[in-house]
Antibody, heavy 117, light 107 residues
Framework: EVQLVESGGGLVQPGGSLRLSCSAS????????MHWVRQAPGKGLEYVSA????????YYADSVKGRFTISRDNSKNTLYLQMSSLRAEDTAVYYC??????????WGQGTLVTVSS | DIQMTQSPSSVSASVGDRVTITCRAS??????LAWYQQKPGKAPKLLIY???SLQSGVPSRFSGSGSGTDFTLTISSLQPEDFATYYC?????????FGGGTKVEIK
């Protein structure tokens, strides 16, 4: 069974930093691209970032480019999102997502990031 | 990036009504489309994958159709537990972009 468990969320001041983690199990982690999606309170789903299976290729939404860094450790089956220069508008639930072709799209339960002074 | 346009943004309906939500991709995505249901405070729940494949445990009143650029989610007979927000997502290529959502409200 595919399982994704996010951690690392919390309250941070504007301009601060936070690192999110996503622990994966139930599939061959090193074979798949991984994604981060977020949802601000009362808003729709926003795609944030992606990383290829070997970490060699990354994608960032314009809203986070230059401030967020996605990475992965295939030996630990873990995905990361390093967030810096955080703004109030980054307040959201952050989800770790994987698309396994012909099987489905799987989401974690999410971790809440609140940027506030 | 592939843009996903979802309509309507909201719909008011009664229990027992048939509800149809559409999603259009800015370029062809074959059948790589998913539909989600989301209730307040919860993670999105995958209803349909690959445009028409009903996920295990999802009631058969939900169905999906389409390919290429135009897709439809249909709820054949709306039930009280179906009042929620629905999203489409393309899975053809990264970034896996979303539609803006459709809120299904009680009439």
């Amino acid at each position: 069974e595919v399982q994704l468990v996010e951690s690392g969320g919390g309250l941070v001041q504007p301009g601060g930093s936070l690192r999110l983690s996503c622990s994966a199990s139930g599939f061959t982690f090193s074979s798949y691209a991984m994604h981060w999606v977020r949802q601000a309170p009362g808003k729709g789903l926003e795609y944030v970032s992606a990383i290829s299976s070997n970490g060699g290729s990354t994608y960032y939404a314009d809203s986070v480019k230059g401030r967020f860094t996605i990475s992965r450790d295939n030996s630990k089956n873990t995905l990361y999102l390093q967030m810096s220069s955080l703004r109030a508008e980054d307040t959201a639930v952050y989800y770790c997502v994987i698309h396994i072709a012909a099987a489905g799209i799987y989401w974690g339960q999410g971790t809440l990031v609140t940027v506030s002074s | 990036d592939i843009q996903m346009t979802q309509s309507p943004s909201s719909v008011s309906a009664s229990v027992g009504d048939r509800v149809t939500i559409t999603c259009r991709a800015s370029q062809g995505i074959s059948s790589w489309l998913a539909w989600y249901q989301q209730k307040p405070g919860k993670a999105p729940k995958l209803l349909i994958y690959a445009a028409s494949s009903l996920q295990s445990g999802v009631p058969s009143r939900f169905s999906g159709s389409g390919s290429g650029t135009d897709f439809t989610l249909t709820i054949s007979s709306l039930q009280p537990e179906d009042f929620a927000t629905y999203y489409c997502q393309q899975a053809n290529s990264s970034p896996l972009t979303f539609g803006g959502g459709t809120k299904v409200e009680i009439k």
